[in-house]
């Protein structure tokens, strides 16, 4: 008898693990979206956004993190929302792809911080 709930416990206690392994991988709350945003931002805006050059940070510079964790509502604003004579969309020298998009959104929708 001492054997078999000590059995039982022992799968309870493997499907309770293996439960939170999978709902710590699919929990959108736990994904990083900021280094994947510095990379778009690296790739897509720091070449007129920065504060050296023929550009000098136009209007704002993306220099470094907090610099462009600062400006998380222009940068979503810039590519997400609508286009209206004060919102231009960015980059000015062509669209950023539909998943770029999404992860500048989901990094706002968590705060727009660095460690989001």
Request: hydrophobic residues 40%.
């Amino acid at each position: 008898m001492n054997r078999k709930i000590h059995s039982i416990i022992s799968v309870v206690c493997l499907i309770v693990l293996v439960a939170c392994n999978n709902n710590d991988l699919t929990n959108p709350g736990t994904e990083k979206y900021f280094p994947q945003v510095k990379t778009i931002i690296e790739n897509h805006c720091a070449s007129c956004h920065n504060s050296s050059g023929s550009w000098a940070g136009r209007p704002v510079s993306f220099d470094d993190d907090a610099a462009i964790a600062m400006q998380y509502q222009l940068i979503k604003a810039a590519v997400a929302d609508p286009i209206s004579p004060t919102n231009r969309r960015m980059p000015q020298d062509g669209m950023l792809t539909a998943d770029e998009i999404d992860i500048i959104v989901k990094w706002f929708d968590k705060g727009g911080k660095i460690s989001d």
